[in-house]
Every structure is written in structure tokens, then in C-alpha cells.
């Protein structure tokens, strides 16, 4: 009388077994779907810069706010180092190879004893050290670049098209890349042309995708298109 029972029992605990497999499975399935696919930097969200010639080097501004979401705001006034590490690659429309590599790294800390954000600037052609008093300064410090040293004119071809590719990193994991960035950035203005033994910073393209774990937090962009003029005549 009680082998009926026994064996429906048993049949529904498998069944069960099956469906909590069928939905673990399902729900890995959905987290790896939504994972950026790899892309070619044009793919990227566009977003507004400015652009302006300093004599022939050309320089932008351009702002990366949303890399400082709430979790990392909050995470400043822990008294640890918060680096925000922002690369800008110049790419020629229709090219996946950089003729040109921009850096500019932020490093902040909060001092419990004076109550202030302390601030390191690193970029193409020198280093600067600040505070601010509140998490605003610091966005406006570390998270905006106005005047950026990009790209020298002789790096670019007069009339053809070109944007910049943006990666932002927020305390990247990897000290081989920061060092590397640190050695950029020790460059002078302008300095900026990326050449075959540069291949330091990753592919290309693999730059754009997105790397599980690499950072706390990453954003990328790329700026509108902008065409270099010809050089002022003499």
C-alpha cells in the first residue's frame, strides 16, 4: 500500500531536482546575455566634447561623471585610495588602430584629521596636487577634463575623419597597467603618438570590451567626430 506514494514521491523530488537545474541554468544563460558583445570602438554610446588647437596640438574637454556612480562616491570618505584612470585613444573613422593615446589618472584620498579630499592630477606634460572640501569638488576635479593634450596635428591626415575612444577605469586591479600609465603620462604634451611597440595597453579592439573584474567600475565612450583643418599658412 505504500509503494505508490514512495515511488510518486520520489519521482516528484526528480522533478523538482530538474526544474531548480533548468532555471540555474536559464538564469546563468541570462546573466551572460547581458554582457556588452565584443564591439569595435564606433559602436560605443556618443557623447558631447569640446575641441580646440593650441598652435598645432589639439586638446578637448569632455566629462565622465556617471564613472563616479553613488557606491563610489561613498567609498571616498573611507580614507582609502580611490584612482580614477581615463585613457583616450584617437581613432580615425573607419580604423580600429589608434594613431594617438591620451591619459590622465586621479588619484584621491580622504584625510579624516582635516576633513578634505586630497588630490593627485596626473596628464601628458606634468602633475598637480589639490584638495576639495566635498565630493562635488572632487567630480569636478577628477571626473572632467578641459583642455586635454590629445594629439599633435602631424599625427592626423587634414579633412579626414576622427573621434576619440574613451575608457575610464575606477580603481583599476591591474599595477602592470597603472605603471604603464604612469610611464605614459611622464611624456611632454603632446607626446601622445601610439607606435607598434605600444601594444603595452592590449588590443585594440579588446580594449572596448568589457572585462569582468578589471576595474570597480568602468565606463566607455566615444566623442563626436571632428576633422583637422589645414595648418595656418605662414
Known sequence: MMRAPSRF???????????????????????????????????????????????????????Y???????????LSSGLPT?????AYVLKDGSNDPVALSIRTCRVVYDLWDEVYRIRVSSSGGERESAAVNVEGVLRQCAEVRDQAIADRSLLEVGKAYYLGV?????PISPQMLDQMRRWVSKPAG?????PGDALFGSFVGLFVRQIGSADRT????TPIFTPPPPPSP
Open 83 to 87: 584612482v580614477i584612470a581615463m585613457r
Open 167 to 171: 575608457i575610464v577605469e575606477v580603481n
Open 219 to 222: 565606463v566607455r565612450f566615444k
Open 9 to 63: 514521491l520520489a519521482r516528484l523530488r526528480l522533478t523538482l531536482i530538474a526544474l531548480a537545474l533548468s532555471f540555474a541554468f536559464v538564469e546563468r544563460g541570462d546573466a551572460r546575455a547581458d554582457e556588452p558583445a565584443p564591439a569595435a570602438p564606433k559602436t560605443l554610446p556618443e557623447r558631447g566634447a569640446n575641441y580646440t588647437w593650441d598652435k598645432a596640438l589639439l586638446r578637448a574637454g569632455y566629462s
Open 191 to 195: 607626446a601622445t603618438s601610439i607606435g
Open 65 to 75: 561623471r556617471d564613472a563616479m556612480d553613488r557606491p563610489m562616491t561613498d567609498k
